[in-house]
């Protein structure tokens, strides 16, 4: 098993840019979850989806887009880039009920200039 | 909603010193804990988890924590630290009584002093 995989690894945008951060996971996990990291900070809640065809918003979900069309894929869109975008994204899954753990991608590196 | 509050934000111990990373969680329905570790400019990975049973967990790297549902806590501790244990630890609950959400703490920076 990969895992969860993201894509890309690190990410240069111009202000006013949009682009779409991917992941996928291999474990038939129903939930998925895009957090942001900013600098010496704990992670803030983007989105969730609890399965294919069902999104809901978390902490800090202006200015972001996703979609769950898979079970597998969650990506995150970006539109009109500003620089408090600039961030560490991860995104994570899990399988509640059967299991609670939350297992994370490695992260893509955005700076927004 | 649920809360977690790690106290300390840093934490600075010398080389073999004991490590005690404190963690509480404001829940009268005892959730599932976890705690995970991020090394810099890694991603997150888990270090332990309590679901049920026994209240004392022992996960990698020598670490390990104790469920203690009077006080609400999930302290985690290592005997001994080393150099490489310098990173930044997260506490985290979930379960069906949040959700099915995860909720962090806002995590406790580790030193290592030599």
């Known amino acids: 098993n990969a895992g969860v995989t993201q894509t890309p690894k690190f990410r240069i945008l111009k202000i006013g840019q949009s682009m779409t951060l991917q992941c996928a996971q291999d474990?038939?996990?129903?939930?998925m979850y895009w957090y942001r990291q900013d600098p010496g900070m704990g992670l803030k809640l983007i989105y969730y989806s609890v399965g294919a065809g069902i999104t809901d918003k978390g902490e800090v979900p202006n200015g972001y887009n996703v979609s769950r069309s898979t079970t597998e894929d969650f990506p995150l869109r970006l539109e009109l880039a500003a620089p408090s975008q600039t961030s560490v994204y991860f995104c994570?899954?899990?399988?509640?009920?059967?299991?609670?753990?939350?297992?994370f991608g490695p992260g893509t590196r955005l700076t927004v200039t | 909603a649920q809360s977690v509050t790690q106290l300390g934000s840093h934490v600075s111990v010398s080389e073999g010193a004991l490590v005690l990373l404190r963690c509480n969680y404001s829940s009268s329905v005892p959730p599932y804990l976890f705690w995970y570790v991020q090394y810099p400019n890694q991603g997150l990975q888990l270090l332990l988890k309590?679901?049920?049973?026994?209240?004392l967990v022992k996960g990698i790297n020598g670490f390990e924590a104790e469920f203690k549902k009077s006080e609400t806590s999930f302290h985690l501790t290592k005997p001994s630290a080393h150099m490489s244990d310098a990173a930044e630890y997260f506490c985290a609950v979930s379960g069906a009584n949040t959700g099915n959400q995860f909720y962090f703490g806002t995590g406790t920076s580790l030193t290592v002093i030599p």
């Open positions: 474990m038939n996990h129903n939930y």
């Open positions: 309590y679901t049920t049973g026994a209240t």
């Open positions: 994570a899954s899990s399988s509640p009920p059967r299991d609670y753990e939350q297992y």
